[in-house]
Nanobody, 125 residues
Framework: QVLLVESGGGSVQAGGSLRLSCAAF????????MAWFRQAPGKEREGVAA????????YYADSVKGRFTISHDNAKNTLSLQMNNLKPDDTARYYC??????????????????WGQGTQVTVSS
């Protein structure tokens, strides 16, 4: 069982920055995938970025490329998401997710086994 705890959400004006963190507790393996998803009111949950700890590969949604950076601290087992040049469309509840093995792609929401409670990000214009 893996417990994920997010932190770092908040409110910011357009163009500002926020950094999200996700601490993972419990059984983890050599190769696993951690990712950030977000869900705005009335919309489906969408993948934002993912990090494959085995291949040290990163994946981004087109909407955040060049603005968001995902990283992973293996020693602390913590996933981070640096969000720059935030836009009102980035407003959503952000969730940390994880699964054992390779990253299945940001569209495969159902293939992530573990989820955090989420943290709210609000960007005002």
């Amino acid at each position: 069982q893996v417990l994920l705890v997010e932190s770092g959400g908040g409110s910011v004006q357009a163009g500002g920055s926020l950094r999200l963190s996700c601490a993972a507790f419990g059984a983890t393996y050599f190769s696993y995938c951690m990712a950030w998803f977000r869900q705005a009111p009335g919309k489906e949950r969408e993948g934002v970025a993912a990090f494959d700890t085995g291949s040290i590969s990163t994946y981004y949604a087109d909407s955040v490329k060049g603005r968001f950076t995902i990283s992973h601290d293996n020693a602390k087992n913590t996933l981070s998401l640096q969000m720059n040049n935030l836009k009102p469309d980035d407003t959503a509840r952000y969730y940390c997710a994880a699964r054992m093995g390779l990253c299945p792609g940001l569209a495969a929401v159902e293939r992530y086994n573990y989820w955090g409670q989420g943290t709210q990000v609000t960007v005002s214009s």
